[in-house]
């Protein structure tokens, strides 16, 4: 999925590109918090799903959707903040916190 938003920014698609990013991060909260990781455990590969967003917040910013940004930000930092917790609550140190 970080392919693929990497591939939206590239066509100028900061806004579609951010909303993918953030349904990324929509999957990691439920396989960390919701399926209590039975399927997945976290691993340096989620970083780059959080490197991506935040580069992708960036861009769009910087092209002045501001009001977009703020919302999907919000729901984010409420993603990672779960997973963070649950990676925590397993007694895990490797997790996609900020």
């Given at each position: 999925m970080?392919?693929?938003?990497?591939?939206?920014?590239?066509q100028?698609?900061?806004?579609?590109?951010?909303i993918?990013?953030?349904?990324?991060?929509?999957?990691l909260?439920?396989l960390?918090?919701?399926?209590?990781?039975?399927?997945?455990?976290?691993?340096?590969?989620?970083?780059?799903?959080?490197?991506?967003?935040?580069?992708?917040?960036?861009?769009?910013?910087?092209?002045?959707?501001?009001?977009?940004?703020?919302?999907?930000?919000?729901?984010?930092?409420?993603?990672?903040?779960?997973?963070?917790?649950?990676?925590?609550?397993?007694?895990?140190?490797?997790?996609?916190?900020?």
């Amino acid at each position: 999925m970080a392919a693929h938003v990497a591939e939206l920014r590239a066509q100028g698609d900061f806004g579609v590109a951010l909303i993918v990013a953030q349904r990324a991060l929509n999957t990691l909260e439920d396989l960390y918090c919701f399926n209590k990781m039975q399927h997945r455990r976290p691993s340096p590969a989620d970083r780059t799903l959080v490197d991506r967003f935040e580069e992708t917040l960036e861009f769009t910013l910087l092209t002045g959707h501001v009001r977009s940004c703020r919302r999907v930000a919000g729901a984010a930092h409420v993603n990672l903040r779960r997973c963070a917790e649950a990676a925590a609550d397993a007694g895990l140190t490797h997790h996609p916190s900020l």
